[in-house]
């Protein structure tokens, strides 16, 4: 079984209180206990889990297949080329979805899109939104709401359960513009808390971005490393804000975006900085799943293959990892990380609790394959 209006859009009207496990709804009855299943996986099919990698067509291909078969990934983010139609899409989620539940450990994967409203609308079936720029213009966080609500029930008609939104930036800055709700942190905090529950009540995953925030950025991370220079305090009550109203919100999924804040970690960009994890877990208090942005990008991997970044973003304390690079380059990516856990680089009993996460949110959300539960 799959997961499976608007403010200038049209569509239905959804009941706020009905779907989604935000409606007052235990999930469904589990079956055996996550931690049990954590426990007798391999170091090889927890690694597995931990990325969500690029598909290289339209449908079920040999190096997918290979993928689910030999190295249990936990997931695939779809782009504009991958979705000719829904029912395209819904055909390749299905075949890739039986396939992993029919292969041990059997466990469902994230389908994951970015999909945004405005310029950022990469399922070609969904309705038009606006951008979250005219959204927050409005002020009306039940638009936001109602938005996320359709536009997650309107994925999940082709099986897409993870949307890697809403962004909870602050600025219009490079690579942001109208994907920001505001330069006004009050004002995306309480839009971004709004969408949150809205794809919650589609029963879509969801993911606030890009921590600490990328709005002030001058350069676009997709092909440089932007510094924000921002003091402590400017970070505290400009940056964060929105952040903390996320986690508040109940967000499964942080992204992790490549910046570096000098007055934090002068060294690293946050997606792979020990010390930005460790202010996203103890200081915001999320225990959900850190996800980096695509370490394909400039940003994190200075235009090099991604391997490095990879295992960099894993000792940094990432839950899941984002790689849209060539198949070759995925693939040494998580042989890097195998390698760097069986010689003890990696701690192993940080990998089992990264994924036990990503498994705890697969099952909140009722990640069903096809052909049997989880």
């Known amino acids: 079984m799959f997961l499976c209006v608007s403010c200038g859009g049209g569509g239905s009207e959804p009941d706020a209180e009905t779907t989604g496990p935000a409606a007052g709804e235990e999930p469904e009855e589990a079956g055996e206990p996550v931690e049990d299943i954590v426990a007798r996986m391999s170091v090889e099919e927890l690694v597995g889990q931990m990325f969500v990698i690029s598909a290289q067509s339209t ?33 390749l989620t299905e075949s890739a979805q039986r396939l992993s539940m029919e292969t041990e450990p059997a466990v469902p994967m994230f389908f994951g899109v970015d999909h945004e409203g405005g310029e950022v609308s990469s399922a070609p079936w969904v309705e038009p939104f606006p951008a979250p720029a005219e959204v927050g213009a409005a002020g009306d966080p039940e638009a936001a709401r109602r938005n996320a609500r359709a536009i997650g029930e309107q994925l999940s008609r082709a099986g897409i359960n993870t949307d890697f939104a809403p962004v909870v930036d602050t600025g219009f800055g490079a690579a942001i513009g109208t994907r920001a709700y505001s330069d006004d942190p009050a004002v995306v905090s309480e839009m971004g808390g709004a969408a949150i529950r809205g794809f919650r009540e589609a029963g879509v995953v969801s993911s606030a971005k890009h921590f600490p925030n990328h709005g002030p950025a001058t350069s676009d991370s997709h092909e440089a490393l932007p510094v924000i220079d921002h003091d402590e305090q400017t970070i505290q009550t400009y940056d964060l804000p929105p952040f903390r109203a996320a986690v508040d919100a109940g967000v499964p999924m942080v992204m992790v975006g490549h910046l570096v804040y000098p007055a934090v970690d002068p060294e690293n ?98 990640l069903h394959g096809a052909d049997g539960g989880f």
């Open 59 to 91: 449908e079920m291909d040999y190096y997918l297949e290979k993928m689910i078969r030999e190295r249990n990934i936990g997931g695939v983010l779809l782009f504009g080329y991958n979705m000719e139609s829904e029912e395209g899409v819904r055909a």
């Open 269 to 366: 960009p946050a997606s792979l900085s020990e010390t930005w994890i460790r202010t996203l877990r103890e200081d915001l208090g999320f225990e959900g799943v850190v996800v980096t942005d695509d370490l394909a990008m400039s940003g994190a991997n200075g235009g090099r293959p991604p391997a490095e970044a990879a295992v960099r973003a894993v000792k940094a304390g990432n839950d899941l990892l984002i790689i849209s690079s060539p198949p070759e380059e995925q693939a040494e990516a998580y042989n890097a990380i195998v390698r760097a856990v069986r010689a003890g680089e990696i701690d192993e009993a940080g990998i089992r609790a990264s994924v036990g996460r990503i498994m705890e949110v697969k099952r909140e959300y009722s």
